[in-house]
């Protein structure tokens, strides 16, 4: 499979990402810890867009204040659609707030606003908006990285998808309590598979050293 047909083959990946944070976002009322940054405050913002996931003819777009919490964008979760494209506020530390807009079948970020920069030195400033770019990038691969081991878990399956069809239906099967609990398992269960990988490499490895070493005997 080349570069192309793999990134065709994996857009889902965006919306799905998307429709999780949407989820955790609501689960978790809003505020969760987001790795080194600690506790952070992320909320879908002004702008919601839903499209059919078989037929992304169809669309909804919601705008105004917290579209997610509207009816429609109720309804058109429970008809099938899934998030596209969102606007997101985060802010980290209580202080530093960020809007910007994602999208899911590009995965991209577009439409950044960052903090106010306090500085007046010109370099000062130049280096200040290169940290906040960082942070903001450093929280959401900090997310996905979270969704990821969720996704590649059979956990994903068995709990998670499950959780996040009775919250479309509107009802909650998982605490941030259970939640927490069984991200741990899906950490613990990577970490046992590339354990696992490592020792198999590593047998491989030993199997051809005796075999390079025979050829030399011989």
Same mark, same amino acid.
């Given at each position: ?15 799905? =990402? ?9 689960? =978790? ?59 997101? /506020? ?35 400033? =130049?280096?200040? /908006? ?59 269960? /990577? ?28």
């Amino acid at each position: 499979m080349d570069l192309i047909d793999r990134i065709e083959t994996t857009r889902f990946l965006g919306s799905e =990402f998307l429709a999780w944070l949407w989820f955790k976002i609501e689960l =978790f009322e809003g505020t969760f810890e987001i790795g080194e940054l600690g506790a952070c405050e992320v909320w879908l913002d002004t702008t919601l867009q839903l499209v059919g996931w078989v037929d992304e003819g169809e669309k909804v777009t919601l705008r105004g204040a917290a579209p997610s919490s509207t009816p429609e964008a109720s309804e058109a979760l429970r008809q099938g659609k899934v998030p596209q494209r969102a606007s997101l /506020r985060l802010v980290v530390g209580g202080k530093e707030e960020y809007v910007f807009t994602f999208n899911g079948r590009a995965f991209s970020v577009s439409g950044v606003k960052i903090p106010a920069v306090l500085t007046d030195a010109t370099d000062e400033q =130049f280096y200040e /908006r290169m940290r906040l770019l960082e942070q903001l990038d450093q929280a959401l691969v900090t997310l996905y990285e979270e969704f990821i081991v969720l996704r590649l878990s059979p956990l994903w399956e068995g709990e998670v998808a499950p959780a996040m069809r009775e919250w479309v239906r509107g009802k909650e099967s998982l605490t941030p309590r259970s939640y927490a609990g069984l991200l741990q398992r899906a950490q613990a269960q /990577r970490g046992a598979r590339g354990g696992a990988r490592a020792r198999r490499a590593a047998a491989a490895g030993d199997t051809r050293a005796r075999r390079a070493k025979a050829r030399d005997a011989d």
